[in-house]
């Protein structure tokens, strides 16, 4: 019998066993408890420490990353692919898609099942909500959802709530305000979801037509979270631990009137943050069109750009556990 993500419980008991994540698919929050996130920031605290005393180990040498990118992809492309090469290990590239088989028509279960003959783990940026999901079933070999449209982006969160644990110390007993496009980001949708494993209150500051989905919102309620929702953000601003700013979704409007009317809603400068506290981080998945001033770059609580750098840690954790190695 052929060993794979679909029969690995008819493993007789052992390896599998000790790693719980091998050959699993990282497809949604949902999937995350309380003890998994400890382990998970556990690994990618190890991982940070790796890098900082030896650069590039061998933990994945000759494992194989697919980095099929459907949609354009900076920070998520590029830290997958630093990440897996200072595990040793080595990446296929397919960031325009235009160039390979999918211009010709061919189906997303079918770049899948081509791409793990090649390779052993397969990361996947979609514009379609449940694409990770379906090419997860088409898969044999583990799937990471790198962003499946304005579904999920689960890495993100993860990376999140380790820059929040590694710059505050802690997740229960904060608020954290999200601000933006709250409507189409998927980064802050994975990350409520994440949040709500903590004792947290959580802020949505939005334009009307931009708000959290409702359903989520609900969600969330059933788990008992405090949420408030608000239309500007000095009201929340001042007892606010974690300032979360995410871009409007130029690319998920219908018409650029609309997103012309709430683009420039919101900008966090230095005066604007006067309001807020002393120890506080403020956030952003980016990349940033204007919504934080550069002018409060060099500010401590300017935690975004440290927040790309934990990114590379916990994809490596994550990596290391879905090819069996942590
Ligand atoms: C985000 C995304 O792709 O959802 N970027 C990222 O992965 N860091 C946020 C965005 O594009 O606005």
């Given at each position: 019998m052929t060993i794979n993500k679909h029969n690995l419980s008819h493993l007789p008991l052992g390896d599998h066993k000790t790693a719980p994540w091998y050959g699993k698919d990282i497809i949604s929050v949902k999937q995350f408890d309380r003890e998994a996130l400890e382990y998970i920031f556990a690994v990618s605290h190890e991982m940070h420490d790796m890098v900082d005393h030896i650069g590039t180990f061998d933990l994945l040498k000759g494992k194989i990353l697919a980095n099929l990118f459907y949609e354009p992809s900076t920070r998520t492309s590029s830290s997958f692919t630093a990440a897996m090469e200072r595990l040793g290990g080595s990446v296929i590239p397919i960031n325009e898609v235009k160039y390979s088989s999918v211009s010709k028509g061919e189906s997303l279960a079918d770049t899948v099942r081509t791409l793990e003959c090649y390779a052993d783990v397969i990361v996947l940026r979609h514009p379609e909500v449940g694409s990770a999901a379906i090419a997860a079933k088409a898969a044999h070999k583990p799937v990471i959802n790198a962003g499946d449209g304005i579904g999920e982006h689960p890495t993100q969160a993860l990376l999140d709530a380790f820059t929040i644990r590694e710059e505050i110390?802690?997740?229960?007993?904060l608020t954290v305000t999200l601000l933006g496009d709250?409507?189409?980001?998927r980064t802050v949708h994975s990350l409520a979801r994440l949040l709500s494993l903590y004792k947290v209150k959580i802020n949505y500051v939005s334009p009307d037509i931009l708000r959290m989905p409702p359903e989520l919102i609900d969600e969330l309620k059933q788990k008992g979270i405090e949420q408030t929702e608000y239309f500007t953000l000095d009201e929340c601003l001042p007892q606010t631990d974690v300032l979360y700013v995410t871009r409007?979704?130029?690319?998920?409007?219908?018409?650029e009137a609309t997103y012309e009317s709430v683009k420039g809603a919101y900008v966090i400068d230095p005066t604007v943050m006067k309001a807020a506290k002393e120890r506080m981080i403020v956030m952003h998945p980016l990349p940033r069109v204007g919504e934080i001033s550069t002018e409060f770059d060099n500010d401590p609580r300017a935690a975004y750009f440290r927040q790309m750098e934990y990114g590379l840690y916990v994809r490596m954790a994550l990596l290391a556990m879905v090819l069996g190695k942590a």
């Open positions: 110390g802690h997740l229960d007993g709250l409507k189409h980001g409007v979704q130029k690319e998920r409007f219908a018409d």
